[in-house]
């Protein structure tokens, strides 16, 4: 019956129309795509090492991120409106679905991030820094609602695919990603956004608290992905388990959260390092950002930002040495390698530990030489 089912179903698709057909097989993991577009244009727009037209091209893939989300939302709130139990029930039911929904914060994030870098230092203004404040604290919202409420639909949907060892993903750190990425986000606008001390102390306050929200869960979720790994699969003997290739590359995704946080943290230490003093004489603010506090906030994050960028190489060899051996095994074998949309989450990444290399390097460079 399920089988006669199946075929049915697939009869049936095959009637629609080309549009409708991709309609109504739109998911949640195509907004990979404006998340990885969004982080290469910071990546572009902030490398050192610039050359004639790179900042026009980050302008580009900007405009091309903004795009991209607000099509692929459109689809997704139609698609929502037209059959909201089939996609209540994809998101409840798979994991993967759920944890690219913080693909939105993320990418949301990115515009962000740009609009502060590009429009402020051309047009400047306190109009364009107010929006980009009242921006941030709608995605932090965003952010943090992912981060509270996915873990549990993910309690439910592992359980229903088949429990830890089968549906356990490194893609179930995407809704932490997007705290971390909101965290990162303040530390940016701190510093290159016209906002009063005022307006800078909360925003830093509660990164710091995304910080504290995610990290934690992100080294339980490591422990819990490595002992996924060295257990053995329930095969039977003499069988050869292989990793679906959708999930080959998602091991990249294991070194975003460490990148994310030590590249938050270092924003938010050198934020707290240009503050000091500028703030009343009451209140817990002030006493972060006295002398002898911020100082020790400063420092504090960056240190504890080179522990995470350690971590991150860690995850980031890690990920490299297993799709390169998962890579070769299937060209060995003459299986083809697919195209996946989680090869996003891999350029994603890849982006983002870039920029959070570059971005420690200098910033090391500028306290301690």
Known sequence: MNNLGDSVHREDARRLSPARRAFTSFTTRWFLIPQGTGILAIVLNQLPYQFHGLHTISIVFWFLNIVLLAGMLAIF?????????AVARSIATDTTEAA?????SIAFMSCIQMLS??????WGGRGWSLAVYILWWVNCALAVLACIGLPDVFVRSIRSEGGLARSFTPVVQLPLIAALTSAAGAGTLCQSAVLSGAQKVPMIVVAYLEIGLALPTVLAFDALYLGRLLQPWEEPAGSHHEFPPEQMYSHMVLCGPWGQSSFALQTLGKAVFQLKGAVGTSGQGALLLSNQGADTVAFASILVGLVNWGQGTFWWAFAIVSITRSVVARLK???SIAFHLSLWAMLCCVCRDL???QANTRGYVDYYV
């Open 77 to 85: 709130f139609l698609r929502l409106l037209a059959s909201p139990r």
């Open 100 to 104: 690219c929904t913080a693909s939105i």
């Open 333 to 335: 074998q003459k299986h």
């Open 117 to 122: 870098l590009v429009v402020i230092p051309s």
């Open 355 to 357: 920029d959070t290399s």
